[in-house]
């Protein structure tokens, strides 16, 4: 199994990141009833003010093999051009547990 967390900044004034952040996080949680190789997904916007991430992402996948193929799906990329416009940065980790 693969854990795959990806963390966003987006950019723009503090409401505009909010209002993109939950927009995102709205198709993001989606996802799972459209994506067969997508297990789950756990999204959360940031609520520390003191930190510069935006939206965190933790979804589960069998293998990096799937993980590629719920990146390329059409409902996945159609969630990722939300956020186009906006993404300042993009972090991400995939690993086995």
Known sequence: MIKHI??????????ERKEVAEKFAEALRKLPEQ??????????LNVNPA??????L??????L???AK???HPAHVAA???????KESRACVDYVY
């Open 6 to 15: 990806v963390t966003f900044r987006f950019k723009g004034t503090d409401e």
């Open 35 to 44: 994506i067969e190789e997508l297990f789950s997904i756990e999204v959360g």
């Open 51 to 56: 930190e510069s991430w935006d939206l965190v």
């Open 58 to 63: 933790t979804a589960t996948a069998a293998s």
């Open 65 to 67: 093999e799937d993980v």
């Open 70 to 72: 719920y990146s390329a």
């Open 80 to 86: 990722v051009q939300i956020i186009a416009p906006y």
